[in-house]
């Protein structure tokens, strides 16, 4: 088991950054490839970066490619996404899930066996 904990959302207006974590505990979060999602009211979850546990692949949605980079400090057992240059389209609660493989985050459909609780974003114009 691991269990994840989200923080670094707030409010914020349009142009600005934020850096979201991942805060991992209950297993050496290395062990893991990790993603941040989100999901906006009345939307479905959409995914937005993973990374994986080791050589450091990363993948992005195409719409955030630039904007949005995700990284990970293992001896802080934490994985980050910067978010910049934030848009009102960017207000969801953003959520990080752990999986052992990064290939499944990588599908159609990624998906994770462990989630956090989330995290609100919210960016006013």
């Known amino acids: 088991q691991v269990q994840l904990v989200e923080s670094g959302g707030g409010l914020v207006q349009a142009g600005d950054s934020l850096r979201l974590s991942c805060a991992a505990s209950?297993?050496?979060?290395?062990?893991?490839?990790v993603g941040w999602f989100r999901q906006a009211l009345g939307k479905e979850r959409e995914f937005v970066a993973a990374i994986s546990g080791s050589a450091g692949r990363t993948r992005y949605v195409d719409s955030l490619k630039g904007r949005f980079t995700i990284s990970r400090d293992d001896a802080k057992n934490t994985v980050y996404l910067q978010m910049n240059s934030l848009a009102p389209e960017d207000t969801a609660t953003y959520y990080c899930?752990?999986?052992?493989?990064?290939?499944?985050?990588?599908?159609?459909?990624?998906?994770?066996?462990?989630w956090g609780q989330g995290t609100q974003v919210t960016v006013s114009s």
């Open positions: 899930a752990a999986d052992p493989l990064f290939v499944r985050f990588t599908i159609a459909t990624p998906r994770a066996d462990y």
């Open positions: 209950g297993r050496t979060l290395s062990r893991f490839a």
